[in-house]
Nanobody, 113 residues
Framework: QVQLVESGGGLVQPGGSLRLSCVTS????????MSWYRQVPGKERELVAR????????IYAESVKNRFTISRANAKNTVYLQMDSLKPEDTAVYYC??????WGKGTLVTVSS
């Protein structure tokens, strides 16, 4: 059974940092491009960042460039999202996905003073 479990969300003040983790099981992690998406109620889910299978190539949404960093540890079947300089508009439920085939249930990030 494939599972993706996100963690690390929470409440943080503007300008603060959070590190999200997504631990996977039941799949061959190293063959999947891994991505983080986010969704705000009433809006479509949007891509935040993606990292290629080997970890060399990454892409980011314009709104998070130079603030967020995606990384992966294939030996741990885990993908991370380091989020710095957080803004209120980063508030959303964050989801990880393996190749757009498998999805986690999400973790809530709230940026507020």
């Amino acid at each position: 059974q494939v599972q993706l479990v996100e963690s690390g969300g929470g409440l943080v003040q503007p300008g603060g940092s959070l590190r999200l983790s997504c631990v996977t099981s039941g799949l061959t992690f190293s063959i999947y491009d891994m991505s983080w998406y986010r969704q705000v109620p009433g809006k479509e889910r949007e891509l935040v960042a993606r990292i290629a299978r080997a970890g060399g190539n990454t892409i980011y949404a314009e709104s998070v460039k130079n603030r967020f960093t995606i990384s992966r540890a294939n030996a741990k079947n885990t993908v991370y999202l380091q989020m710095d300089s957080l803004k209120p508009e980063d508030t959303a439920v964050y989801y990880c996905t393996a190749g757009m085939h498998y999805w986690g249930k999400g973790t809530l990030v709230t940026v507020s003073s």
